[in-house]
């Protein structure tokens, strides 16, 4: 396992169409933004079930889900998880860093005030609902025209 890819090359790995994903999220080149091993020390800030994580300069990955990515043992699976972190990080160019983690964190605790568990309140996120549509429509593995 080299520990890192392109999200481009990870996409490709997983038998998603580059060229469509450009076309769904044209803020953001595929293959400039680096996949990489979420090492231990960062994810022990992860939630427990957390797979991947977006951050403006890269997306993150467990070492299993990575390992997956570069054998493309399940490509449809993973590929769509990459569509979602890169859903987030065109959000990142989109909104701005800063934007982007407070309308996150705001969305959230709104959701806890409200009741929410912490998925609930998680998966009720905007943001969360933006990037899981834009990869439900890779579903077919042919995403938008």
Known sequence: MSGTLSAGEGLVRTGLD???????????????VPLRVARPGFRRFWAKG?????MPWAIYLTEPI????E?????????LLIVHELAHIDQYVRLGPIRHVVKYIADYL?????GL?????YRAVSL???????????QTGTGPR
Do not use: C, K, M, N
Request: proline share 4%; hydrophobic share 45%; net charge positive.
């Open 18 to 32: 580059v060229d469509a994903v450009r076309r769904a999220l044209p803020r953001v080149e595929p293959y400039a």
């Open 50 to 54: 957390i797979a991947a994580v977006a």
């Open 66 to 69: 990575f390992a997956r990515v």
């Open 71 to 79: 054998t493309g043992a399940e490509g449809g699976r993973d590929g």
């Open 110 to 114: 709104r959701g806890r005030v409200r």
């Open 117 to 121: 568990s912490h998925w609930e309140a």
């Open 128 to 138: 969360e609902v933006e990037a899981r549509e834009i990869a439900a429509t890779f």
